[in-house]
């Protein structure tokens, strides 16, 4: 059973630009979540795909939006990046919104 | 608004004796909660979770113990072991939501 992957584990961008990561949610999972965490805090609610639609949005602006596909993969795509974007997005892979979460490792973007 | 509160940010514990990771929540809507572990480079690991429900939930070496009243939950392990040096979160989930909020997290690092 393989668990939650995320690529690229780092990504260097210039403010302004657009950015995407993806994730492979782990096998048998249908809810994708994303967070963000910055230096020295906690994870951060961006929001939740579940079957293919987006189930609950957290405090960001409409600049974070994502996709999942029929596979439950996702992307997180950030458009137009401002230096404070810079922060670790995790992937988090559920079964039916419940709260058992599998984390992937982790994408580190830095916004220069 | 930090609605999960972790106060301090590190702790260090010989190794064998009890960990004490405390949490603080404001949400009263709060109704499951949940503590991860996370090495570096790595996302976080679910490691015991405790519905509101219950004041007390045992797994193997650790245990939450939930004080609704106080708004207050903690995290004990017993013996630790260098393995155990890592940050460990707090999360909170209400009611039906799909959002973990997680607190900043505690440094544990357990000495020889």
């Known amino acids: 059973e393989t668990g939650v992957t995320q690529s690229p584990t780092h990504l260097i961008k210039t403010r302004g630009q657009q950015v995407t990561l993806r994730c492979s949610s782990q096998?048998?999972?249908?809810?994708v979540s994303w967070y963000q965490q910055a230096l020295g805090q906690g994870p951060q609610f961006i929001f939740q795909y579940y079957r293919e639609e987006e189930n609950g949005r957290g405090n960001f602006p409409p600049r974070f939006s994502g996709l999942q596909f029929p596979n439950y993969s996702s992307e997180l795509n950030v458009n137009a990046l401002e230096l404070d974007d810079s922060a670790l997005y995790l992937c988090?892979?559920?079964?039916?919104?419940?709260?058992?979460?599998?984390f992937g490792s982790g994408t580190r973007l830095t916004v220069v | 608004d930090q609605q999960v509160k972790q106060n301090s940010p590190s702790l260090s514990v010989q190794e064998g004796r009890i960990s004490i990771l405390n949490c603080d929540y404001t949400?009263?809507?709060?109704?499951?909660f949940l503590w991860y572990k996370k090495y570096p480079a790595e996302g976080p690991t679910f490691l015991i979770s405790i519905s509101s429900i219950k004041d007390k939930n045992e797994d193997g070496r650790f245990t939450v113990f939930l004080n609704k009243s106080a708004k207050h939950l903690s995290l004990h392990i017993v013996p630790s072991q260098p393995g155990d040096s890592a940050v460990y979160f707090c999360?909170?989930?209400?009611?039906?939501?799909?959002?973990?909020?997680f607190g900043t997290g505690t440094q544990l690092k357990v000495e020889l």
């Open positions: 949400n009263s809507m709060f109704d499951y």
């Open positions: 988090a892979s559920s079964v039916n919104r419940e709260f058992g979460y599998t």
């Open positions: 096998s048998g999972h249908n809810t």
């Open positions: 999360a909170a989930k209400a009611g039906g939501g799909n959002k973990l909020t």
